[in-house]
């Protein structure tokens, strides 16, 4: 199979400083964390100089190999490897938040029961908190008020903001479909159109769902320090958020991608692998719209 | 699977190393950064292992000679987390990146700056992870599972532990992203998955193992840092938690955790057995569904981790009998690898010793991973020596062994020298019988009812914790002849064929020059 062309067969891509800066900026980005949240007075400023180093790493390193495709560097095999990478990286986030999900439903279904005297383990509720119902929700028996209640906060009811974000994203999910319709259809006009509206639906979501914790913290009594409840809501609503406010700067990246012209009906990986992305944390919402809102 | 389909012409000379220090910082080669992860391993290796040698001194007799016992446990604790996540995960890496694209026919790994940047996370997340020893408060010392509230009561380390192990965390999903991708998309035409090479099998299952449990540590070291600063209840029933749920989640990552540990250790033996048995694999197809159906039931086993935890009786017996499974894949591996020897042609180089210690060795932990599985009887053994025992002899003679066998085989293929066998039977003898002396005594002490993780004990275990600590130290100190073989063996040496060994060396990797050129195949070639 040796011929003169035998180097295409393959890509290597050339050595590169982005990865060995990549690893100096978390580095810098972790150490900053742990001293600050150590309390040490230069922590925050590790932290900001962390986030600044990745941020830059994140573009340059993009912008490397966004420049290295538009050359036509990459060929169908790269594509494939790409390709494969991005849905096993999605996995893993599946399963970051399956620890999450995991958590919510061992203390609904057999941490609570336990505590409050019922169920297998039922020593612990009696013999600790007798007086503890172990309803949802709860902030747990510390809360317990003079009446045995710990009905000290509200819920964010399901049919409000969460139901509107619901249908946000949703959409959203529509908008990126027809986008990518369009992007292979060669019908550049709609595709701009709805891709802009995908990322503006996105941050609308971000917006409600900030406004949301606003109310949340500053009405209805419920904070990350609300118990078990507190913990859990915040935690899977605040990571699902972050991936959508991630999910949505990549958007807007390919956005601009688009708007200069990048992407053509048949090759267009950092299109799809962004799509694939949205799609996942539009997942990932209704699993807690029904888990955490609803039921 | 071959990428015909090009449209781009690359004027790479396929044989210039890059020079300098470059070519080790920005490196994309896959032999570059296999090595890095080898040295680095072998670094790592060192500092746990001196970590272990401390600790024996300290256990040699009974009462504190040498440390307080915060230290001792931060040395414990520290051991655990370095030999794991710095020694043997990024030894199996290494290797990975060494032989995998060798084994297929592919010329590099599917995503070269990816799998740099997965190398050159390590460093810095140990330089994290050691740096805790200098905070207020002294290392990590809650062991290395991290329990509450015990781990939530440390110093200043405590956050440093937590963001290196996410560090760690990030670095492993990213090499088994690179590793299943390689395996998948970079396969020479001709190689069907059942012509696949088993150490490429056993990593290819690790690395799906490594993606689906990875994110699950990161998930539950985030909840132990928010219950320590943020005020969230996981884990502290006051507020609605459960640290015992801390346990279940970590197992789930932490079960599938030992057979990432030693998945790759059964596809080296694998390898390595047929060769100087001149017999093919007994069983191969056999041997790939094993190694899946081990993978499969890792998720399934996890809380045989913590019997004695208080959990409802159903639990307690569906984790014995789902544990009890797994010895049915396992038994297959060792009667396949023992079949293979049958009426074989026998030679015991060096490679072979390893593997054949490897093969009684791990047979014996996991014999003794089958008694502990049985609840009842765990209770006696749960926090014991006997657990200590059990987890050393599946991952030193286990593991380890299995990395030093893997070196063997495959050092005169990478610096093209044979090494010299004289030192490497004498590092085989005395690192065999020396780890013996080490782990089995282990055993009695734990049966004798010695409990684990503490610097000082009863007088009456006196006499069997001298012998583990001369054994540690006889073992500790003859690694250093596997340092000077390795240092002599790329400095020069005999010229190594292409074949190397001459037996049933079989597999692509034999089919290139020794050493193997730089980039390890230009053209796919065809697998028949």
């Known amino acids: 199979m040796a011929n003169a062309h035998s180097n295409d067969k393959y890509y290597i891509p050339h050595s590169s400083p982005w990865p060995l800066l990549g690893s100096v900026s978390l580095f810098v980005l972790m150490a900053g964390a742990a001293l600050t949240v150590d309390g040490s007075p230069m922590g925050s400023s590790v932290l900001g100089a962390g986030f600044l180093l990745l941020f830059a790493l994140l573009f340059f390193w993009f912008r490397t190999v966004v420049n290295e495709n538009q050359a036509g560097t990459y060929n169908l095999g790269v594509d494939q490897s790409f390709r494969m990478a991005m849905r096993w990286f999605i996995f893993s986030e599946v399963m970051f938040f399956a620890a999450f999900f995991g958590a919510l439903f061992y203390v609904r279904e057999l941490a609570l029961p336990w505590l409050s005297g019922t169920g297998a383990k039922h020593l612990a509720g009696d013999l600790l908190w007798p007086q503890f119902g172990g309803g949802w929700p709860t902030n747990g028996p510390q809360a317990l008020g003079p009446k045995g209640d710990s009905s000290t906060f509200e819920t964010i009811p399901a049919l409000g903001v969460p139901l509107l974000n619901t249908l946000l994203l949703l959409s959203s999910g529509v908008t990126i479909t027809i986008a990518h319709h369009a992007l292979r259809a060669g019908k550049r006009g709609v595709l701009k159109l709805s891709l802009a509206a995908t990322f503006i639906l996105g941050f609308i979501f971000v917006y409600f769902q900030g406004s949301e914790y606003h109310h949340a913290y500053t009405e209805l009594g419920l904070t990350l320090g609300t118990g078990i409840y507190g913990s859990t809501f915040f935690m899977l609503t605040g990571f699902h958020g972050l991936h959508v406010t991630i999910g949505a700067i990549m958007l807007l990246v390919i956005w601009l991608r688009v708007m200069s012209g990048h992407f053509t009906p048949e090759r267009h990986f950092a299109f799809e692998a962004v799509a694939w992305y949205w799609h996942f944390v539009d997942v990932v919402w209704l699993g807690l719209y029904i888990f955490v809102y609803w039921m | ?528």
Not at chain 2, 263 to 276: D, K, Q, R
Request: proline share 7%.
């Open chain 2, 1 to 528: 699977m071959a990428h015909a389909d090009t449209h781009a012409a690359h004027d790479h000379d396929h044989d210039h190393k890059p020079s300098g220090i470059g070519r080790w910082l920005f490196a994309t080669n896959h032999k570059d950064i296999g090595t890095l992860y080898l040295l680095f391993a072998l670094l790592m290796f060192f500092i746990g292992g001196a970590m272990a040698l401390a600790i024996r001194a300290e256990l040699y007799k009974p009462g504190l000679q040498f440390f307080d016992p915060g230290f001792y446990n931060s040395l414990l604790t520290s051991h655990a987390l370095v030999m794991i996540f710095g020694a043997v995960m990024p030894a199996f890496v290494g290797l990975a990146n060494w032989m995998i694209p060798l084994q297929i026919g592919a010329p590099d790994m599917a995503l070269p700056r990816m799998n740099n940047y997965s190398f050159w996370i390590l460093p810095f997340a140990f330089t994290l992870l050691l740096s805790s020893f200098f905070t207020a408060g002294g290392g990590p010392a809650g062991g290395w599972t991290l329990y509450p509230p015990l781990s939530l009561q440390a110093g200043d380390s405590f956050p440093l532990t937590i963001f290196a192990i996410h560090m760690m965390g990030a670095s492993s999903i990213m090499g088994a992203i690179n590793v299943i991708v390689t395996i998948m998309n970079m396969r020479a035409p001709g190689m069907t998955l059942l012509k696949l090479p088993l150490f490429c099998w056993t990593w290819l299952i690790t690395a799906y193992l490594l993606i689906a449990v990875m994110p699950v540590l990161a998930g539950a070291v985030t909840m132990l840092l928010t219950d320590h600063y943020f005020g969230t209840s996981f884990f502290n029933p006051a507020g609605g938690g459960d640290p015992v749920m801390f346990q279940h989640i970590f197992w789930f990552f932490g079960h599938p955790e030992v057979y990432i540990l030693i998945l790759p250790a059964f596809g080296i033996v694998s390898e390595i057995i047929p060769t100087f048995a001149r017999k093919p694999l007994f069983g191969y197809d056999a041997m790939v569904y094993a190694t899946a159906s081990i993978a499969f039931l890792s998720f399934i086993v996890w809380a045989h981790h913590m019997f004695t935890v208080g959990m409802p009786l159903a639990g307690e017996m569906f984790f014995m009998l789902s544990t009890m499974l797994i010895a049915i894949p396992t038994g297959v591996k060792v009667f396949n690898w023992t079949a293979t020897m049958w009426k074989g042609s026998m030679t015991f180089e060096p490679p072979m010793l390893f593997a054949l210690a490897f093969l009684f060795l791990f047979t014996i932990g996991g014999f003794s991973g089958l008694m502990l599985a049985i609840a009842p009887a765990d209770f006696q053994y749960q926090d014991t020596y006997f657990v200590v025992a059990h987890f050393h002899y599946v991952l030193v003679p286990g593991a380890v062994f299995a990395i030093m066998a893997a070196v063997y085989y495959w050092l005169p293929k990478w610096t093209g020298h044979m090494y010299n066998m004289r030192l490497a039977n004498w590092h085989f003898w005395v690192s065999t019988v020396s780890v013996n002396v080490l782990f089995f005594p282990q055993h009695f002490l734990g049966l004798a009812g010695m409990p684990r993780r503490i610097p000082d004990y009863s007088t009456q275990f006196t006499d069997w914790n001298m012998v583990s600590s001369v054994g540690g130290f006889v073992f500790g100190f003859s690694q250093i002849l596997f340092v000077i073989l390795i240092w002599q063996c790329v400095r020069g040496g005999a010229k190594a064929t292409d074949k190397v060994w001459d037996g049933l060396s079989h597999g692509l990797e034999w089919t290139v020059p020794s050493p193997a050129p730089y980039h390890s195949f230009d053209t796919p070639p065809e697998v028949h």
